[in-house]
């Protein structure tokens, strides 16, 4: 495979790390030192275990950006589409780190050195920053770096020496006679994404590029397959031609208002009280001006406590918005007699006044007003008109 | 009994004229006498061989007899076979004793067959003489002072001598073809991925076939039935409709169309040779075939080709070879790199070694491109040339080789001389086709010439037919080596 | 001097996938099993064996690919694990001494 990418958080940035290729490979067995008085043992269970290659762009640029890039890769092979198990202390999965440092600003790389079979994100992160500070410690005195291989010390925490990395070994590639070319035809290709949930990387992509989501929310929105899947079914159970914007509605109130209530009561997101369905619906009734959104918030606690459908509640309670503008006029002229003082405050320039103005509306209806409509129509009736 | 052929051996063995025990004990007791005079064995085990030919007379008395039930067959020491000693002529592997058996000989004892013994080669099938077997050469009956041929010579040879009644072999550059043209016996190439390569230790994968070596074309075809055959064990081994390889042997060959490219005809063969091949197209003339000339243009580049391809998945194969899980391993070194150096350096003989460099070379950075790509551009290009001929012809003939047997020693001081023996079979391997050659006359010393046939993918059937409606016509290959009886 | 330098990091993973057999052969993947029982004749390279390609494991690579967007197709090529011609630097863990990669390109 080549191209495609990772993306990764660190501190609330985000960033987009290329991937070279990605190949599959066999794996050597294992040299066993101890336990054999001046022998090596040599184990060849291992040997022959499919390893997949990953290759990335030398994207990153710090080891935290290492580090994170590693972990998000780390959960996409085994969380995600589980093709590892990840054990890292067994060696299912093992990182080499290629560093090399340049001057701020400079276009070409500097000599680099590979250190190999890092098998923990902290050892990552610290044999980088040792790298790094022991390469500008040489190239700041003047010296130059030798492209070598070295491993990490953990109990010095220190990267040392393998042995001179000659220049590219001369790995001699050819077709492999014996093994037939493995066509990977579309139709097998389909057969795969179709049996394979889709993974949260996946979803990532989608939810941009589907929904217009953007970039931040669709990561907060995969960061776990729970918050993913309720968020999907919940689009899935709308008309998204009637509602275009109502994804991103969603979205927001899944990871706002119901996560956080999911979280005070311990709560995973498939097992709350309101379905995907049903939270739809409560957003549809808002984006088609049935209810205000802090009538929605009203709704929300009464479906979490046991009323399931949101129609029926605000049939019950007679929930709905007030849109009839005459009707609105009404409640607006009945304010504006009742609120000299605020009136006057307003025409002589106090913004905050008319705020007031607004929530007295909103109050005598019960919150049931058309805020929009309101602001207007005060509006209107306050410049004299 | 020893020379008859297999097929009559068959019979014999099915009418209870004799048993497969009697039979083995015949050609073991010619072997304890004959093989030293022509070294065509490098493993011989009697009592092995013995317990398989009672097993198979016990199968016919079961009445589950099948064609090969009982007949003694002499195994190219490439071939793995549980329990026996496997060295491919090579010291590296002269202590190595086999934990399995190759699928071709897994279908050999399922059928009932008798393993006679391991044949001699030239080491790891790198060789057109049998003279770089780490065994010792091996010597040609019709005249000991001359080869065989390679790399299959010990199978040729045993054929020859009347020491076995059939051998397998392998023809990655005309191994299986070229010995049995030097050695006056029959012997067949298969379309490339016919016969499983599981057990069949490599040299150039992309080019080795197993295949029978026989005292006539019908041999060929009751061998063949049992080699061929789909092996999931290799990627490369074809998934086909079981054929019967004796279907065509009664067919006539009036109106036949057989190719002459002019380049199997042109300088570079001995007089001798092309006047045998000139007057056995006589004879299929005379049986009522038209004849065309026809050409193949990229021809002159299959030996340049062959020996860059074959070379380089030489050495890719030849690396496991290393002292450490079995095998030679030097007696004495100084660490892990110099056990390495010194085990090779000393299990593989001279050619192996040129070889094994050589396709080192064409793989390495920067030559690459150069050569091995190239090489393989243009073996595209010589089957292309034989896509077009065949539109134009039924089957090819031609020389299998461009002279007869010559003397040990030779042309042993220059490796490009020996390779280009190979200039009339290489071409069939590049190009994965099917390859018969059958006697078809002598050279003025009495040493035998070879007829090649090279037939389009999925012909051997057809070439077996032809080959022995030649074989009812003219007595070639009945003749013996002058001192057997 | 940090502001002064800038550091690039490229990564290089290795992850073992969880196949039920080898990547060329029938063997166990087993994790834990007593040493050398998990490697048949394939895996150790004896003579005459010849190696098959493990479906599932070009599948869960293509699950890779897909899952970051990039482009499949496969190609297997042997790379052997020999430096350059003059020296000859073989691994005793690396039986067959010859690594076949499965280079995907875009098809």
Redesign the interface.
């Given at each position: 495979m080549k191209g495609g990418s990772i993306t990764i958080d660190v501190d609330g940035r985000k960033k987009t790390v290329r991937l070279t290729r990605a190949h599959l490979e066999e794996d050597a067995g294992k040299s066993l030192h101890e336990s054999f008085r001046d022998l090596t043992g040599i184990d060849l269970n291992r040997a022959g275990t499919p390893l997949l290659e990953i290759v990335s762009e030398p994207d990153m640029r710090s080891a935290q950006e290492a580090a994170a890039y590693a972990r998000v890769l780390h959960k996409l092979i085994v969380e995600d589409i589980q093709i590892c198990d990840g054990n890292m202390q067994e060696g299912s999965f093992r990182c080499d780190a290629n560093v090399s440092v340049r001057p701020a600003g400079s276009d070409t790389l500097g000599t680099r050195c590979e250190i190999k079979n890092l098998n923990s994100f902290r050892f990552l992160e610290r044999a980088i920053e040792f790298e790094a500070r022991r390469q500008i410690g040489i190239l700041e005195d003047g010296g130059k770096i030798v492209q070598e291989t070295r491993l990490y010390d953990a109990e010095r925490d220190e990267t040392r020496s393998m042995r001179t990395k000659e220049e590219a070994h001369d790995y001699r590639y050819f077709p492999d006679p014996d093994l037939l070319p493995l066509e990977v035809s579309d139709k097998w290709i389909e057969e795969i994404r179709s049996s394979m949930p889709e993974s949260l990387e996946a979803k990532r992509r989608r939810y941009v590029s589907e929904y217009g989501l953007s970039l931040d929310t669709a990561l907060q929105l995969t960061s776990a397959r729970d918050k993913a899947e309720f968020f999907e079914k919940s689009v899935r159970a709308t008309d998204i031609k009637l509602f275009p914007k109502i994804a991103e509605d969603i979205a927001n109130s899944t990871l706002g208002v119901l996560m956080s209530r999911a979280n005070d009561e311990g709560l995973e997101l498939s097992r709350i009280p309101i379905t995907p369905q049903q939270h739809a619906k409560l957003r549809e009734r808002v984006a088609d001006g049935t209810v205000s959104t802090s009538i929605a918030k009203e709704i929300l606690d009464a479906m979490w406590a046991g009323e399931r459908d949101p129609d029926s509640i605000i049939a019950k309670r007679g929930l709905k918005q007030i849109s009839d503008s005459g009707e609105l006029e009404r409640f607006c002229d009945q304010v504006i007699a009742g609120n000299a003082q605020q009136v006057a405050d307003y025409r002589s320039g106090k913004e905050k006044a008319f705020n007031s103005l607004v929530g007295q509306v909103m109050k005598l209806t019960q919150g049931k007003a058309n805020p929009q409509q309101v602001t207007e129509i005060l509006k209107r009736k306050l410049s004299g008109r | 009994m020893h020379n008859a052929t297999l097929k009559s051996l068959s019979a014999s063995l099915s009418a209870r004229a004799f048993s497969s025990v009697e039979l083995t004990r015949h050609f073991v007791n010619r072997i304890n006498q004959l093989n030293p005079k022509y070294n065509c064995f490098i493993t011989l085990d009697p009592e092995r061989s013995l317990k398989q030919a009672e097993a198979a007379d016990r199968m016919r008395s079961a009445g589950r007899g099948q064609p090969l039930t009982g007949i003694p067959i002499a195994q190219k020491d490439i071939f793995c076979a549980q329990g026996w000693l496997t060295t491919c002529g090579s010291k590296i592997l002269s202590n190595f004793t086999s934990p399995y058996d190759a699928h071709v000989v897994e279908r050999l004892n399922a059928a009932g067959a008798v393993t006679l013994g391991k044949t001699n080669m030239d080491e790891f099938a790198m060789g057109s003489s049998s003279e770089t077997s780490y065994y010792g050469p091996v010597r040609n009956p019709w005249d000991v002072d001359k080869v065989p041929g390679g790399s299959s010579g010990g199978s040729a040879a045993a054929v020859a001598a009347r020491l076995a009644p059939s051998a397998i072999g392998t023809d990655t550059g005309g191994s299986i073809r070229q010995p049995a043209a030097l050695s006056g016996i029959c012997g067949l190439k298969p379309t490339y991925g016919v016969v499983s390569r599981y057990g069949m230790i490599a040299f150039a994968s992309s080019l080795d076939q197993g295949g029978p070596l026989g005292r006539s074309a019908e041999d060929l075809a009751l061998l063949l039935n049992v080699m061929a055959g789909f092996d999931p064990r290799d990627s490369t081994s074809l998934e086909r409709e079981w054929e019967d390889y004796t279907r065509e042997l009664g067919k006539a060959v009036k109106g036949l169309k057989i190719g002459l490219p002019e380049e199997f005809f042109a300088k570079g063969a001995a007089p001798d040779v092309v006047r045998a091949v000139e007057t056995a197209v006589g004879e299929f003339r005379k049986l009522g075939c038209e004849t065309v000339e026809v050409g193949l243009p990229n021809m002159k580049l299959s030996v340049p080709v062959y020996y860059v391809l074959a070379p380089a998945e030489a050495s890719s194969n030849l690396a496991r070879y290393d002292g450490v899980r079995y095998g030679y391993r030097a007696p004495e070194y100084a660490d892990l790199p110099d056990m390495y150096k010194k085990s090779r350096a000393q299990g593989f003989g001279p050619e192996v070694k040129r070889r094994i460099l050589i396709g080192t070379y064409v793989l390495s950075h920067g030559y690459y491109d150069a050569y091995y790509i190239q090489a393989q551009r243009v073996r595209r290009l010589i089957a292309r040339d034989f896509a077009e001929v065949f539109k134009r012809c039924d089957v090819i003939m031609g020389p299998t080789s461009p002279t007869t047997a010559f003397r040990i020693g030779e042309k042993m001081g220059d490796p490009v001389q020996m390779y280009l023996n190979d200039i009339y079979t290489t071409p069939a391997n590049l190009a994965g086709l099917p390859g018969l050659s059958i006697p078809c006359g002598f050279d003025g010393k009495g040493l035998p010439v070879g007829l090649q046939m090279i037939g389009n993918y999925f012909g051997e059937a057809k070439m077996l037919g032809i080959a022995h409606q030649f074989q009812q016509a003219t007595d070639w290959h009945q003749r013996m080596p002058p001192g057997i009886q | 001097?940090?502001?002064?330098?800038?550091?690039?990091?490229?990564?290089?993973?290795?992850?073992?996938?969880?196949?039920r057999s080898?990547?060329?052969?029938g063997?166990s993947?087993a994790?834990g099993?007593a040493?050398?029982?998990?490697?048949c004749?394939?895996?150790?390279?004896?003579?005459?064996?010849?190696?098959?390609?493990?479906?599932e494991?070009?599948?869960?690579?293509?699950?890779?690919?897909?899952?970051?967007?990039?482009?499949?197709?496969?190609?297997?090529?042997?790379?052997?694990?020999?430096?350059?011609?003059a020296k000859?630097?073989?691994?005793?863990?690396?039986?067959?001494?010859?690594?076949?990669?499965?280079?995907?390109?875009?098809?």
């Open positions: - | - | 001097m940090r502001d002064k330098w800038e550091i690039v990091i490229g990564l290089e993973t290795h992850a073992q996938l969880n196949t080898k990547m060329f052969s063997a993947t994790f099993a040493p050398n029982t998990q490697a004749a394939v895996d150790i390279a004896l003579p005459g064996v010849l190696p098959v390609a493990n479906r494991a070009v599948a869960k690579a293509v699950r890779f690919g897909l899952a970051v967007n990039g482009s499949n197709a496969v190609n297997i090529n042997r790379r052997s694990a020999r430096s350059s011609p000859t630097i073989s691994i005793p863990t690396f039986p067959r001494a010859i690594r076949s990669a499965s280079t995907r390109r875009p098809s």
